[in-house]
Nanobody, 125 residues
Framework: QVRLAESGGDSVQAGGSLRLSCAPS????????MSWFRQVPGKEREGVAR???????LYAESVKGRFTISRDAAKNTLFLQMNTLKPDDTAMYYC???????????????????WGQGTQVTVSS
């Protein structure tokens, strides 16, 4: 059974940085499509960053230039480096993974088969 474990969430002040990690079990980050989503209570889950099989990233407009998605094959871990954080970035952040034969278009969350439990990011002004 595939499991995704996020970590790295914290409370920081605006302008600060955090790095989120997603360590899967029974799943290989290299060569597969994975994404980071975030959700605020009462709002829809929002795609933040995606990395495709070739390592090409895709970002939501709201985080372009501030967030970087990457993966480390040796550690089998997905990362989200978040810089210049804003209060609007406050949310629960989720790691999502697609089946090996599927690479979701954009941030169609229904096409991701596996989800982590989330890690909370809180940015204060």
């Amino acid at each position: 059974q595939v499991r995704l474990a996020e970590s790295g969430g914290d409370s920081v002040q605006a302008g600060g940085s955090l790095r989120l990690s997603c360590a899967p079990s029974k799943y290989t980050v290299s060569g597969n499509c994975m994404s980071w989503f975030r959700q605020v209570p009462g709002k829809e889950r929002e795609g933040v960053a995606r990395i495709d099989r070739d390592g090409v990233p895709l970002y939501a407009e709201s985080v372009k230039g501030r967030f970087t998605i990457s993966r480390d094959a040796a550690k089998n871990t997905l990362f989200l480096q978040m810089n210049t954080l804003k209060p609007d970035d406050t949310a629960m952040y989720y790691c999502a993974a697609a089946e090996p034969w599927l690479c979701p278009v954009g941030f169609r969350f229904g096409e991701y088969s596996y989800w982590g439990q989330g890690t909370q990011v809180t940015v204060s002004s």
